[in-house]
């Protein structure tokens, strides 16, 4: 078996709040190919967003990784000196944030901010790496280029703010992408725009994508396998074409059921949406026993008494409950 | 840019013209005035006649409209009136105070940045470091002295005990006499900018852009050079402006007790005397100077932040 770009094993991540330490993600595990997308899902609050930043070696207090290996080509990086892990990140690891707003400089040109990562990476000259800069806004199909690299942020609109923010994190080619919500600010139609380059991009250049959203139905499209996370636990894994399907968790099973479907509208007109009931637990009280039992339709004694183990499935997913279907 | 330049300076016109109305009237309710002073100290006694001949002379008995009126008309032209203790224009007056007043203003605010800014940036990179620690209760210990007793001290300290320096006057002008006003006028600003400083860059240090310029692999030292900084000083520049244009204001105390002979300390001395038009002649100045400061700040911002100047 080859070694996967990157490997999660048994990651733990600690909040301390008040002198106490709470568990914010623990047991996740996930492996991702050279080239694959590979998504993970959740609603906020499900640890998802700091999943991908302990990858990047981005948390910081109150959050820290507790334990658990970040693996990159079976390297583990988790632990590297901080010099080493910089080089890693940008030119190896890149990321996507999910506000487009704030997530560059206002008082840099975008230019000046794509040509860092060749100033950083590849020790070019600001002259070279501002002409750099403007290739990369070509492509990702920024219009007139020339003239935009001159352009600070507030110029430009939110979509083409994150198409600034691609070109950034695939300036060096990076072998990883991690998108976190990348689209979730942008207004639907400009969403697709920003999926489709994303994916055509990675795939053009051989990038793996960690795509993160709670937007269930744009990762099924664009991934290959999915992970769905609930308080900080994966509790199934699957392919996407599976987890549509067959969806073994009653978590997965809540999510596909909530999402408007627009061809049953037109056959049986309008109907209310399934829902989830109840609300995410807070961090610092998590219920015993499965973290989903609360809100779980199919919840009996041993949910709220007995912790699910992770149950690998036939066809390579894993599912972490005690009635998976 | 010539844009805001303009559009400030028509802002500031309203305000000059409450101002120049406020001054006026503000010393016109006052009871006593310059004559009635003469008596108060109870040594001299002046003939009633005299008396009356010299409110006429000074046109204290005119009705107040009409002495509005003809105020408004001196000022616009420029014109402040004639000091009734020297009997010259006061402009003049003024214009001989104006130089060390501003030497003085710059030489504090100068050192006033010099030192909080990069104390402030210092701490705030280092936070929760015992230097952040120091700094900040310095800071606040700075924010707390009166200037009038900080002067003492450095005067006893440097001038006194250690003799580096003179305790007080204007000599030559050069460094030696400057120092110690300017130090005893600067610590409060320093120590507020540094208080700003540190708020402003833990504030950008949060901010998403840095986490961003984290991600992309930059080191530290690169984020705060090359994302922090300028971030920063938007706020930096807007304490700076603040402290520096009522530093003039400020300077009464420290003028009076080093003995420089500044516009605050000829306030003092009119004030004293009831000489009305120069006290309202070193208001306008200190006024005029904070507006100015002002105008240059909002100028500063357009340079700094390009969101201004195409917004």
Same mark, same amino acid.
């Not at chain 2, 400057?178 to 600067?186: D, M, N, Q, S, V």
């Not at chain 2, 100028?299 to 700094?304: D, F, K, R, T």
């Given at each position: 078996m080859t070694t996967p770009l990157l490997e999660v094993r048994d990651l733990r991540i600690a909040l301390d709040a008040g002198g106490r330490s709470h568990d914010a993600v623990g047991n996740v595990s996930f492996s991702i190919g050279r080239g694959e997308t590979f998504g993970l899902v959740g609603e906020s609050g499900c640890g998802k967003s700091i999943t991908a930043l302990s990858i990047m070696g981005l948390l910081r207090s109150p959050l820290s990784l507790a334990g658990g290996a970040i693996a990159l080509d079976g390297r583990e990086i988790q632990d590297l000196p901080a010099a080493d892990m910089r080089r890693l990140r940008g030119k190896r690891i890149a990321m996507i944030f999910q506000e487009p707003m704030t997530a560059l400089n206002p008082l840099s040109p975008v230019g000046r901010q794509i040509a860092e990562m060749f100033v950083l990476h590849e020790r070019a000259s600001w002259k070279e790496a501002w002409e750099r800069a403007e290739d990369a806004l070509r492509q990702v199909r920024v219009p007139s280029p020339e003239r935009r690299v001159h352009d600070y942020p507030h110029q430009l609109s939110g979509g083409m703010r994150q198409r600034v923010m691609i070109a950034i994190a695939l300036a060096c080619g990076p072998d990883l992408l991690v998108a976190d919500e990348p689209t979730t600010a942008l207004d639907v139609t400009v969403q697709a725009e920003i999926v489709d380059l994303m994916a055509e991009l990675c795939a053009a250049k051989g990038t793996a994508v960690l795509m993160i959203s709670h937007d269930l139905g744009l990762v099924a499209n664009m991934c290959e396998r999915v992970a769905v996370m609930y308080a900080g636990r994966i509790v199934e894994s699957q392919a996407a074409d599976a987890i549509f399907a067959h969806p073994r968790h009653p978590y997965t099973q809540g999510l596909i059921g909530s999402l408007p479907l627009l061809s049953a509208r037109s056959r049986h007109g309008r109907q209310k949406l399934r829902e989830i009931s109840g609300v995410v637990p807070s961090i610092v009280a998590y219920p015993p026993g499965c973290r989903f039992n609360p809100r779980c339709p199919a919840m009996t004694d041993i949910c709220a008494r007995d912790v699910p183990m992770a149950e690998s499935l036939p066809d390579g997913g894993l599912v972490r409950c005690h009635h998976h279907g | 840019m010539l844009a805001v330049l303009v559009r400030r300076l028509l802002n500031v016109v309203p305000t000059i013209a409450a101002v120049v109305a406020l001054v006026f009237l503000l010393f016109s309710v006052l009871p006593g005035s310059f004559i009635s002073g003469m008596n108060e100290d109870g040594r001299t006694t002046i003939d009633p006649a005299v008396m009356e001949r010299m409110r006429k002379e000074m046109g204290l008995d005119d009705p107040l409209a009409e002495r509005f009126v003809k105020y408004l008309g001196r000022t616009a032209i420029g014109d402040l009136g004639t000091s009734f203790r020297t009997r010259e224009p006061v402009t003049k007056l003024i214009a001989d105070r104006l130089w060390p007043s501003l030497k003085l203003t710059f030489a504090a605010m100068l050192f006033a940045i010099a030192i909080g800014v990069p104390l402030g940036f210092v701490a705030a990179l280092k936070q929760?470091? #015992?230097?952040?620690?120091?700094? @900040?209760?310095?800071?606040? *210990?700075?924010?707390?002295?009166?200037?009038?007793?900080?002067?003492? /001290?450095? @005067?006893?300290?440097?001038?006194? !005990?250690?003799?580096?320096?003179?305790?007080?006057?204007?000599?030559?002008?050069?460094?030696?006499?400057?120092?110690?006003?300017?130090?005893?006028?600067?610590? *409060?600003? /320093?120590?507020?900018?540094?208080?700003?400083?540190?708020?402003?860059?833990?504030?950008?240090?949060?901010?998403?852009?840095?986490?961003?310029?984290?991600?992309?692999?930059?080191?530290? *030292?690169? #984020?705060?050079?090359?994302?922090?900084?300028? +971030?920063?000083?938007?706020?930096?520049?807007?304490?700076?402006?603040? !402290?520096?244009?009522?530093?003039?204001?400020?300077? #009464?105390? #420290?003028?009076? &007790?080093? *003995?420089?002979?500044?516009?605050?300390?000829?306030?003092?001395?009119?004030?004293? !005397?009831?000489?009305?038009?120069?006290? !309202?002649?070193?208001?306008?100045?200190?006024?005029?100077?904070?507006?100015?400061? +002002?105008? &240059?700040?909002?100028?500063?911002?357009?340079?700094?932040?390009?969101?201004?100047?195409?917004?």
């Open positions: - | 929760g470091s #015992v230097l952040d620690t120091a700094s @900040m209760v310095g800071a606040i *210990s700075g924010l707390s002295l009166p200037k009038f007793w900080l002067g003492l /001290m450095l @005067m006893y300290l440097f001038a006194l !005990q250690l003799k580096w320096l003179p305790s007080f006057g204007y000599g030559d002008g050069g460094l030696r006499h400057l120092t110690l006003p300017a130090i005893a006028l600067g610590v *409060s600003p /320093m120590a507020l900018l540094a208080r700003t400083t540190r708020a402003a860059v833990l504030d950008v240090l949060n901010a998403d852009f840095v986490r961003t310029a984290r991600s992309k692999g930059m080191g530290e *030292s690169r #984020v705060v050079t090359w994302h922090v900084m300028r +971030n920063a000083l938007v706020l930096v520049v807007t304490t700076i402006g603040l !402290q520096f244009g009522s530093l003039m204001g400020q300077a #009464v105390v #420290v003028e009076k &007790l080093f *003995s420089w002979p500044g516009v605050g300390s000829l306030l003092v001395d009119s004030v004293f !005397q009831r000489d009305i038009p120069a006290v !309202q002649g070193c208001i306008l100045l200190i006024v005029f100077f904070f507006l100015a400061i +002002n105008t &240059l700040i909002d100028l500063a911002y357009v340079l700094i932040d390009p969101r201004i100047r195409y917004g």
